[in-house]
């Protein structure tokens, strides 16, 4: 009984994890690198929030997305930042590496 319940939910996670990874060719984060704006082009209307982390994993920014909008990071400092972009749920669409220069 535990093998069929451990099975069932390896394949309930496999099935959110390709639902979600099958947007991801659809969002992208530019200019990289980036001097004091970025945009993010969402093709399926899907993201919600975007969120910086510096590479210690702490939250520097944090905007509510509108599209065709640029956000402003000209006040970090030059480094490397993690994107991470969510839909309006607050789930998880795809994180990526960008360097602030």
């Given at each position: 009984?535990?093998?069929?319940?451990?099975v069932s939910?390896f394949?309930l996670?496999?099935a959110?994890?390709?639902?979600?990874?099958?947007?991801?060719?659809?969002?992208?984060?530019?200019?990289?690198?980036?001097?004091?704006?970025i945009?993010?082009?969402?093709?399926?209307?899907?993201?919600?929030?975007?969120?910086?982390?510096?590479?210690?994993?702490?939250?520097?920014k944090?905007?509510?997305?509108?599209?065709?909008?640029?956000?402003y990071?000209g006040?970090?400092?030059?480094?490397?930042?993690?994107?991470?972009?969510?839909?309006?749920?607050?789930?998880?669409?795809?994180?990526?590496?960008?360097?602030?220069?």
């Amino acid at each position: 009984m535990k093998r069929i319940l451990l099975v069932s939910a390896f394949l309930l996670f496999v099935a959110a994890m390709q639902a979600q990874t099958s947007l991801k060719p659809d969002l992208s984060v530019f200019p990289n690198p980036a001097t004091e704006y970025i945009s993010v082009q969402d093709k399926n209307d899907v993201v919600g929030n975007v969120y910086i982390f510096n590479l210690v994993g702490k939250k520097v920014k944090e905007f509510e997305f509108v599209k065709g909008e640029q956000y402003y990071i000209g006040d970090l400092p030059k480094g490397m930042y993690l994107i991470q972009i969510l839909d309006r749920n607050k789930r998880g669409l795809t994180t990526q590496k960008i360097e602030k220069r």
